[in-house]
């Protein structure tokens, strides 16, 4: 569609010049024509893979937030996080919040991340982003839900994710899969 309004502008731009050119009045034009800058057909590709990146890094943290907001109840059938995570990594998401609810169990707060994308993959038009993180979860422990009583002594900390965050057919970016390292990697 852009390339067809280009290539009409342009067009219109020719006959403007060639019906001024055939006009039967002598006088002289009142200023230099202009050179008309050329007109490019297609996005950068620099633009697109950013496009990509901040999409697939909305998408990485979008999950953990609703992950988040999820562990508060461990409401494991919460279909928010679908909206962020398909796959294996929807289906960790899941498993471990369910395992939370069996056991009664609740997190309070939320995890800082530091998000980083690692590897796009092709280069030119990415469908696969490798997004690095070193996540800080101190603020986000697990508690009993029954009691409130912190489920155990056992501190949050700092520690490396990996994930790995994919195209979908319906155009949206979404988690299918990470890693998450024990405390003290990074």
Known sequence: MHTSICAAVALASSLLALSACGSSTTSAPTSAPQPVPPVSTAPSTASEVELAQQAATSAYLGMWREFATAGATSDWRSTSLGQYAAGVALTNLTRGLYADHHNGLVTRGEATHDAVVRSAEPAENP?????TD???????????????QLADSTPGGRRAISGLVELQGDGSWKVTDFAVREVGTC
């Open 127 to 131: 469908t696969k982003i490798t997004v």
């Open 134 to 148: 070193c996540s800080d979860s101190t603020a986000a422990l697990k508690y009993r839900a029954d009691d409130s």
